[in-house]
């Protein structure tokens, strides 16, 4: 079965960082466009970062700068790493895999997501 | 680019066919993704390209559309079908979503 488990999430202080952990089971990151997408309380859903399967990685303007993610093939694991955490920052963090074709990597959608892990800020 | 649903909320029946809507600020083509996410859960992939059914979803939902106006269709809603439902672009990064839609039981 595929699926994602992410862990890291906590309480912490503003200007403070945190970094969550996404993996997976069923398939490799290496292999995969993975991305982070979080939801505000009683909010609708933001892209936040995106690691393409050559590496090369996204990231939202709101978070540049601050948030990086990144993958370990060897832990088959992919991470963000948030620091300068504002208020603003405060959400469900989910970690999600897209699929592609061509040179677009999220055309047949976002069809694994995690569970989602809270960051309170 | 920017995506807008309509309506916000929308009130339904078990029963009811019900039709969802998503227009994008500029044309995206068919790169239009629908979700689902109920209360408390992750987001689960609908109908990707528009109008193709991702795997194991029932083929009560369709979507259509092209260019700036998209709809997401339920044919006959169930009770497991309340919920909120987010339309997303695909066409150029970043990937943005609708602000959503939400189902509720009249």
């Known amino acids: 079965e595929v699926e994602l488990v992410e862990s890291g999430g906590g309480l912490i202080q503003p200007g403070g960082s945190l970094t969550l952990s996404c993996a997976p089971s069923?398939?490799?990151?290496?292999?995969?466009?993975m991305m982070w997408v979080r939801q505000a309380p009683g909010k609708g859903l933001e892209w936040v970062a995106l690691?393409?399967?050559?590496?090369?990685?996204y990231h939202a303007d709101s978070v540049k700068g601050r948030f990086t993610i990144s993958r370990d093939s060897s832990k088959n694991t992919v991470f963000l790493q948030m620091s300068s955490l504002r208020a603003d920052d405060t959400a469900v963090y989910y970690c999600?895999?897209?699929?592609?074709?061509?040179?677009?990597?999220?055309?047949?959608?976002?069809?694994?997501w995690g569970q989602g892990t809270t960051v309170t800020v | 680019i920017q995506m807008t649903q309509s309506p916000s909320s929308l009130s339904a029946s078990v029963g009811d066919r019900v039709t969802l809507t998503c227009r994008a600020s500029?044309?995206?083509?068919?790169?239009l993704n629908w979700y689902q996410q109920r209360p408390g859960k992750a987001p689960k992939l609908l109908i990707y390209?528009?109008?193709s059914l991702q795997s194991g979803v029932p083929s009560r939902f369709s979507g259509s559309g092209s260019g700036t106006d998209f709809a997401l269709t339920i044919s006959s809603l169930q009770p497991e079908d309340f919920a909120t439902y987010y339309c997303?672009?695909?066409?150029?990064?970043?990937?943005?979503f609708g602000q959503g839609t939400r189902l509720e039981i009249k």
């Open positions: 500029q044309t995206i083509s068919t790169y």
């Open positions: 390209a528009a109008s």
């Open positions: 997303q672009q695909s066409y150029s990064s970043p990937i943005t």
């Open positions: 999600a895999r897209s699929r592609g074709t061509g040179n677009n990597y999220c055309n047949h959608g976002v069809d694994v």
């Open positions: 690691i393409y399967i050559g590496g090369n990685t």
């Open positions: 069923g398939f490799t990151v290496n292999n995969n466009y």
